[in-house]
């Protein structure tokens, strides 16, 4: 099983980042994504959340910001993030996992957000 992030980058605040996520050898219909970010010195959190049945749910902080979206036939869940806050510069990572319980990572990708 293997996971690989995309679309991370500079931007400056205000502006947007679309992150992509590719799943390949996992039944990917079947699990509950998340995407997760860990700035430097504090812990990994949980950003936004899609579970199989569609439902999503996101940190407080970025809501009505980020969106979460999922393609079962591509494999492939995204972030699309709006707004960007330099408090939102991290590591982003997106996860698989069988009803929450993530344990399939992805290596990710740096998000630098500059003010």
């Known amino acids: 099983a293997q996971l690989v992030e995309s679309g991370g980058g500079l931007v400056q605040a205000g502006e947007s980042l679309r992150l992509s996520c590719a799943a390949s050898?996992?039944?990917?219909?079947?699990?509950?994504l998340g995407w997760f970010r860990q700035a430097p010195g504090k812990q990994r959190e949980l950003v936004a959340a899609?579970?199989?049945?569609?439902?999503?749910n996101y940190k407080d902080s970025v809501k009505g910001r980020f969106t979460i979206s999922r393609d079962n036939a591509k494999a492939v869940v995204t972030l699309q993030m709006n707004s960007l806050k330099p408090e939102d510069t991290a590591v982003y990572y997106c996860?698989?996992?069988?009803?929450?319980?993530?344990?399939?990572w992805g290596q990710g990708t740096q998000v630098t957000v500059s003010a």
């Open positions: 996860a698989a996992g069988y009803r929450a319980d993530y344990d399939i």
């Open positions: 050898d996992i039944i990917f219909s079947i699990f509950d």
């Open positions: 899609i579970a199989t049945d569609g439902t999503t």
